[in-house]
């Protein structure tokens, strides 16, 4: 158990509507990244949260966005939603954005029909 | 542009040894990791390399890193049913201090 909660654990969303990710991350880390993971294919790097700023995104349009909140937990939105947002969206937190020490989340689940 | 392949599956039998392959194409990669990722679960960070090493020994785990073919591999010792896996090859690009670089996974079948 790594100490990254992610909520909720499954959602189906219709094509247009909007949907908010959770993230809490581990205590004593202070940046959250994002990532999509579509089926059968290795994780796509959205953007990362550090002390409350995003700092660095991947190739994703600006429908896709985020907070992070004083106690560094973070929020992925996404508007508009298309039927290729279905994927398993994963946050990692760590210190500092240093991957040897991040740790993630079980992922949620995203069906948008 | 970055990229990283990975062969889709990989079958052994239980006991032998594991070797996952990985092939990478940006020389200016300061970090190299192994990903595994189990059904329901997130990923779990195994191991990483740092780009000037060769090689990398962890318990059962093996990483040896060939920088002139840009060539990653992954080692499992005395293979288990639990490690049946997808596992993750990922690089961190130098002028990056936080985006991963990822494969697309090599499924791990373990057979009796």
């Known amino acids: 158990e790594t100490g990254v909660t992610q909520s909720p654990t499954h959602l189906i969303k219709t094509r247009g509507q909007q949907v908010t990710l959770r993230c809490s991350s581990q205590?004593?880390?202070?940046?959250v990244s994002w990532y999509q993971q579509a089926l059968g294919q290795g994780p796509q790097f959205i953007f990362q949260?550090?002390?409350?700023?995003?700092?660095g995104r991947g190739n994703f349009p600006p429908r896709f966005s985020g907070l992070q909140f004083p106690n560094y937990s973070s929020e992925l939105n996404v508007n508009a939603l298309e039927l290729d947002d279905s994927a398993l969206y994963l946050c990692?937190?760590?210190?500092?954005?240093?991957?040897?020490?991040?740790?993630f989340g079980q992922g949620t689940r995203l069906t948008v029909v | 542009g970055e990229d990283v392949e990975q062969s889709l599956f990989l079958s052994v039998r239980e006991g032998d040894s594991s070797v996952i392959n990985c092939t990478y194409t940006?020389?200016?990669?300061?970090?190299l990791y192994w990903y595994k990722q189990e059904p329901g679960a997130g990923l779990q960070l195994l191991t990483y390399?740092?780009?000037n090493m060769d090689m990398k020994q962890d318990q059962r785990l093996t990483v040896l890193l060939n920088k002139k073919d840009k060539h990653l591999s992954l080692r499992i010792a005395d293979t288990q049913t639990g490690d049946s896996a997808i596992y993750f090859c990922?690089?961190?690009?130098?002028?990056?201090?936080?985006?991963?670089?990822w494969g697309a996974g090599t499924k791990l079948i373990i057979k009796p």
């Open positions: 990692a937190s760590s210190f500092a954005g240093v991957m040897t020490e991040a740790f």
């Open positions: 990922a690089e961190r690009l130098m002028d990056s201090n936080y985006q991963l670089i």
């Open positions: 390399i740092f780009s």
């Open positions: 205590s004593g880390h202070n940046t």
């Open positions: 949260y550090y002390r409350e700023e995003e700092n």
């Open positions: 940006d020389s200016s990669s300061t970090y």
